[in-house]
C-alpha cells in the first residue's frame, strides 16, 4: 500500500519569507498527486494537483509544486508568504492514475505565518 | 468550485446510540464519494469509498456493520456510526468526485460521544 510522508510537521516563518514544504511518497507506479490546503474553521480545498507532463504545477494563491519522480517527491513551494497562507497543508497522493479515486493523505504541515 | 454540505457539523451522542452524518453534492453528481476519519492533529485516513447504487468498500481495519454507508443517489450519501463509543469521537469527513479530476470535500462532522 502506499504511503505518504511529510518531512516537518509545523512550519513557521514571517512574512515574504519563501516557502517549502516536502512530500514524499511510497509508490512505484503511476500516480496523481495533490497539495490540499485547509484554512482554519473551513474544508479541504485543491491547491494545486498533478498528473502527467510538466512535472512543476502552478496551483492557486501563487502556489507550485515539482514533481520529482526520481525522488519520489512532490514539494510544495511558494517564494514569499503572506499572513494569509497560515493554514494547514496536506500532501496527498492517488495511485493506479485513477484521477478521481481514493487518495492516501499525508500527516499534515501547518503552517503559522507571522505578520 | 463544486461544493459538498455535511450535516450535522457536530453532534453529540450517548454512547450505544446511533449517529447518521450526511454528505451532499449541492450542485453536481457524484458516482463516486469517500469518507474519511481525522484524529485531532493527524492526517484524513480513507474509510470506504461508495459509489452510487453499489454497495460501499472498506478500507482494511474499517468495521462495515459499525460504519454504515448508504450512497442512494447521485447527490447524497450517508455515513452512519451504529452503537457508538467514545472511541468512535472524530472528525468524520466526506468528499464526492463527478468522475473529473477533483475530489471536493465537505466542511466535516464532529462527533462526540459520551
Known amino acids: 500500500a502506499q504511503s505518504v510522508s511529510q518531512h516537518n510537521h509545523h512550519v513557521i516563518l514571517s512574512e515574504a519569507a519563501s516557502l517549502e514544504l516536502g512530500c514524499n511518497y511510497s509508490?512505484?507506479?503511476?500516480?496523481?498527486l495533490f497539495w490540499y490546503v485547509q484554512y482554519p474553521g473551513q474544508h479541504l480545498q485543491l491547491l494545486l494537483k498533478y498528473f502527467s507532463g510538466d512535472p512543476l504545477v502552478k496551483g492557486i494563491k501563487g502556489f507550485e509544486a515539482e514533481f520529482i519522480k526520481s525522488k519520489f517527491s512532490f514539494n510544495l513551494r511558494k517564494p514569499s508568504v503572506q499572513w494569509s497562507d497560515t493554514a494547514e497543508y496536506f500532501c496527498?497522493?492517488?495511485?493506479?492514475?485513477?484521477?478521481?479515486?481514493?487518495?492516501?493523505f499525508g500527516q499534515g504541515t501547518i503552517l503559522t505565518v507571522h505578520p | 468550485g463544486a461544493v459538498v454540505s455535511q450535516h450535522p457539523s457536530w453532534v453529540i451522542c450517548k454512547s450505544g446510540t446511533s449517529v447518521k452524518i450526511e454528505c451532499r453534492s449541492l450542485d453536481f453528481q457524484a458516482t463516486t464519494m469517500f469518507w474519511y476519519r481525522q484524529f485531532p492533529k493527524q492526517s484524513l485516513m480513507l474509510m470506504a469509498t461508495s459509489n452510487e447504487g453499489s454497495k460501499a468498500t472498506y478500507e482494511q481495519g474499517v468495521e462495515k456493520d459499525k460504519f454504515l454507508i448508504n450512497h442512494a443517489s447521485l447527490t447524497l450519501s450517508t455515513l452512519t456510526v451504529t452503537s457508538a463509543h467514545p472511541e468512535d469521537s472524530s472528525f468524520y469527513i466526506c468528499?464526492?468526485?463527478?468522475?473529473?479530476?477533483?475530489?471536493?470535500f465537505g466542511p466535516g462532522t464532529r462527533l462526540t460521544v459520551l
Open positions: 509508490y512505484g507506479g503511476t500516480v496523481n
Open positions: 468528499s464526492a468526485s463527478g468522475g473529473y479530476n477533483e475530489q471536493f
Open positions: 496527498a497522493v492517488n495511485a493506479g492514475g485513477t484521477s478521481y479515486g481514493k487518495l492516501t
